[in-house]
């Protein structure tokens, strides 16, 4: 597993990586053993009493993250809080992920769809409001351009990909009826599913 371990307004010496490193590597090994590469970034969150926050993404296969953060006082405290998150999660889907992975080497082409995702900035109303001459605001700013897939998987694939990957929505092809769907968080905590109806 390739691994890069940074610091965002601090230093992290070399115990910590070796620490981050072999942590990492043991729950590799013990969960899955096919993890591509990992990133843990540190960074310092608050003013006047800082704690140390981490971010930890694994790439566990294609389109599958596992992503994690945590914040304490301390920069291993914060570490192992979110290595417990990555662990968890792992164990709660580790027979998926094996499964997953398996299917992955075998996926015909024709089961991914290509797509494009664009970021859109939007405006606050001072924006609108000092631009109310120009016509075009009503039409946000792209800010960014994607290359995106949309995998033929089944629902509770898809629900494990978003809670995996802590992204807001996740766009799939079902698997029993090769229809788009999306899974959503709602804010009471839960996942919503769209599956229109022809």
């Keep these: 597993m390739e691994l890069t371990v940074h610091g965002k307004q601090m230093d992290v010496g070399d115990a ?30 608050g003013h006047g009493h800082p704690q140390t926050k981490v971010h930890i993404s694994i790439q566990m296969g294609k389109n599958l993250m596992v992503v994690a953060d945590a914040l304490a006082n301390d920069p291993y405290a914060s570490f192992e809080s979110a290595a417990d998150k990555v662990g968890k999660q792992l164990r709660r889907y580790k027979r998926k992920l094996r499964d997953n992975h398996a299917r992955q080497e075998h996926t015909p082409e024709e089961e991914i ?20 001459d120009n016509p075009q605001t009503d039409d946000p700013a792209i800010i960014a351009e994607i290359e995106k897939e949309i995998e033929t998987i089944s629902v509770s694939d898809a629900v494990m990909r978003l809670e995996l990957s802590q992204e807001p929505a996740l766009m799939f092809r079902n698997a029993k009826h090769g229809g788009l769907n999306m899974i959503y968080r709602r804010p009471d905590g839960n996942i919503g599913w769209v599956d229109p109806q022809d």
């Excluded at 910590?16 to 969150?45: C, G, I, M, P, W």
């Excluded at 769809?113 to 109310?132: F, H, T």
Aim: aromatic fraction near 10%; charge should be negative; charged fraction near 25%.
């Design 16 to 45: 910590l990586k070796t620490h981050v490193s072999d942590k990492l590597e043991d729950l590799n090994q013990k969960y899955f053993n096919h993890a591509a590469f990992a990133t843990v970034t540190f960074s310092r969150e």
């Design 113 to 132: 769809m290509k797509a494009r995702g664009y970021v859109l900035a939007s405006q606050g109303p001072e924006e609108i409001s000092a631009n109310d």
